[in-house]
């Protein structure tokens, strides 16, 4: 059997063991309801067009024109009992003068005033909150996926150690393989439920107008995204491997782990933080820790150069190689000191 | 290197040595273990017997010395065809027993399934086929030893090595093991495990390595040691009482017991003169040398 054959079978049953795991079930369709209620419900909250009582039937047109659900009735006191009732959101009384409840009708507001006309000189396609949430919805995806698989990778391999069946394993199959294998399986599952997320949120922008156009302005950056997103997570897939197997159990991974948490922890904020605009950001786009996520904001900002990202993917690219190489010496270092915790100093002197 | 008995060896240890750090944990360590046979591997705690077995599974690396199999130097070709009971028993506890054993054959090289098979009639011939859907958690310790052994069994392998096999078993579970282990043995596989419950080992193997202090002491076959490490020591029972013996040129006595007793000669004195002179005396109802047991060559050879 080839080292390839062993990885795979290794990687087989991560997956099949992971999926009949009720916490990661559970927390996968948690996301997903998250992620779908924060379509849905504006629009099911949303209690359709805002209605309004008028007295003088001039102003009729102009409301329904706006969308408005216009109600003509006799006299002010009848239009002020409708408010007051809650069977309409405003009232137009003479004058003209808007009446309301507690909240001031913006919407009638607009619909009766005039506006000067804007013109913007370098229009945006996306709406600035937008501009603001797409970025942090990029970084946290990258964060919350990396840490939380990476914290799985760590605690499958502890738990081979921890039960001992790490012995077994080693005396049959090559320790290159079973790595290779919980990196894959780890790494499969991540991309599977982020591209899940992405579905539910793609088809939940279509089917609702919670956020019209973000689908096609986001497109572009998450082409990029995608190859950042991968290469960002499996760079740290093996020092997570690594440091899992410095730990002999599972209570002493929250210090193991703590090396790699910082390598996650610190870009991330770093990278939401900063100025997008500024020359540390730019720095951060090419730092490979960072790149996953600082990247992808720069491009969907805009004004970046082509070749900017390739040279940042291949930065990431070889240290994605490099560490892969120090986290399976790490691993192999740690692996079959089922005693005690092992020194990260320890684990890399061992040959 | 120590022989077994004429037998063809068919895995070597030639000259291990290997340290942790300062402290060296095998010494030119070489033995041998033949097809089927089962090789008992005794020594005291912290001798050096788990450090031997992990070098021959490849867990470990030796620091100098090799481990051949029929020959040829291991590797992870050869390897695959080995099974192993580590010291430290370990499966999935979240998986059930027969995935799991399934999934060991199949790093083993068996298809899913042979595998599947081969696993199923393991679990019935070690009574353990009822719950082979349970997870190993859920068993009691005695099964969960027992889902161990199949572990290790899965491949059909032609050597099998087992690190204290016995420990933690009540004395039912240990025949049913022996029964198996006797099994494999007998259908060709070399068998070798390590113990320090001289009894079983006494009971149980064909050949013996002893280690100490990371050095083999002695090794061959059971018999063949007992006749070497026998010393001119005889036992011999009587009609009346045994007090003369005292006087009898050569001879010490260890222990005087009214009609028993057991002695020792010293060297260039030979046994029949005593028997006879026993028998002038009167009626000799038992007069033989005795053989060392395991415990006694054991103690005598870690010295």
Redesign the interface.
Known sequence: MTTFQAAQLVAAREIRTKLRDKAFLFGTVFFLVIMAASFLLPSMLNSGATKVAVTDSSTVSVLQAEGLEVRTVADTATAEQLVRDGDVDAAVLPGPEVIAKDDAPDEVVEALSTEPPVRLLEPSDVAPVLKVLVPIAFAMLFFFTSFSFGMQIAQSVVEEKQTRIVEILVASVPVRALLAGKVFALSVLAFAQVALLALVAVVGMSATDAAPGLVSAVLPAVGWFVPFFVLGFVMLAALWAGVGALASRQEELASTTVPVQMLVLIPFFLAISVPHDGMLMRILSYVPFSAPIAMPIRLFDGGVAAWEPVVSLILLAATAVALLVVGARVYTGSLLRTQVRTSLMAALKKA | MPTVNGMNPDLSVDAVDRSFGDRQVLKDVSFTVASGRLTGFVGANGAGKTTTM?II????AADSGTVSWRGEPLG?EI??R?G???E????????SVLDQIV??G????LDAATARRRTMALLERLELAERANDHVQKLSLGNQQRAQIA??LVHDPELLVLDEPFSGLDPLAVDNVVTVLRERAAAGAAVLFSSHQLDVVERLCDDLVIIADGTIRAAGDRSGLRDQYALPRYRIEVGGDAGWLRDQPGVTLIDLDGRHATFDLEPGFEDQPILRAALDRGPVHAFGPVRPSLAEIFREVIQ
């Open positions: 992990r599974l490849g867990v470990l992870r390897r695959q080995f192993y009971m580590p430290e028993r370990g499966l999935y506890p979240k998986m999934y060991l199949r790093l083993h090289g572990a290790a």
